[in-house]
DNA sequence: CTGCTTGCAAAGCGTTTGCATTGAT
DNA sequence: ATCAATGCAAACGCTTTGCAAGCAG
């Protein structure tokens, strides 16, 4: 079966899982494995759905407290590199959302409380290839939000 | 015919074009009608696609030099709440896009060059109103984008 | 050792706000 | 004569950068 042949894949190299990714990636890159870089993502990984710098910083203190912004940033942007992590800018401030062996999702925002509800729906997505495909471009990746008033806020 | 009404509704209180529709939604919230706010909403329906205000700015100081951007951040808020514009936050700059007798349309962004292609897809509208119905959420908008290699760059 | 990484602080950037003045009604 | 609108400059908040010190390899 191919989903097994797969898993055998990642298995035998070794990149089950988004640590062994994230350090692949630093290797391949000549980048330090660093305790900090991998306490971002130890934490991160804890973390659900849409995480701003941030709730990372207060979720990070108590296990470092001298871990600074700056290099929040700058691990989030490697950790979007390795393929890992999609930033969102839905709002006015950029979320982090878990990319790696997550089912791809797009999201429903209430305009009024901001709750976000994620779905797929395959279909769509069958036509949004057929609408790259129209005009030539390379799909990688795509962002759907749906806009409204939740069942709370209709009220 | 429905559609015929329709227009003539528009012609009698004289809200056929975008400036009208402005001037009574500023009446109708008992704000002033300035020089500048009819200068900014003129020049901006005069240029197309996705307008910055570095973009706005630029193309309005021959006309009027004095022009400050704090003026244009709040007139463009106006647009937006009088239902002629719409913003988007694709990049980390914020753009406006005229949204009044235009078709709503949904976007192919190239990750290289930044080249925007706009289109519609009338399926794709349908089942996102099919996911919002499941959930029970009111759908008030949609934001789509489709994120690639344009077939300039994909080369 | 080498030079990437860190934390800090400062700078950058787009956007918003306070305020005295101007101007539409 | 009102009171909203303007232009300016300063403030703002998030993000990035420069730098000296610290560490992984």
Redesign the pocket.
């Given at each position: 079966m191919q989903s097994n042949d797969y898993e055998n894949c990642f298995q035998i190299i070794n990149m089950n899982n988004e640590l062994d990714i994230f350090v692949d990636y630093?290797k391949q890159h000549?980048?330090?494995?660093?305790?900090?870089?991998n306490l971002i993502l130890k934490i991160f990984l804890e973390m659900e759905g849409h995480v701003?710098?941030?709730d990372l910083h207060k979720k990070i203190r108590p296990e470092?407290p001298?871990?600074?912004?700056?290099?929040l940033?700058?691990?989030m942007?490697l950790l979007i590199d390795a393929g890992l992590v999609e930033m969102h800018n839905f709002n006015?401030?950029?979320t982090y959302e878990r990319l790696y062996m997550v089912k791809h999702h797009d999201h429903l925002i209430c305009q009024i409380c901001n709750k976000t509800v994620e779905f797929e729906h395959p279909l769509i997505e069958k036509y949004q290839q057929e609408v790259c495909d129209q005009h030539e471009f390379d799909l990688k990746s795509h962002r759907m939000e749906l806009i409204g008033f939740c069942n709370e806020c209709k009220k």
């Open positions: 630093l000549n980048l330090r494995c660093t305790p900090q870089r701003t710098v941030e470092d001298t871990i600074g912004i700056a290099t940033y700058r691990t942007k006015d401030k950029t």
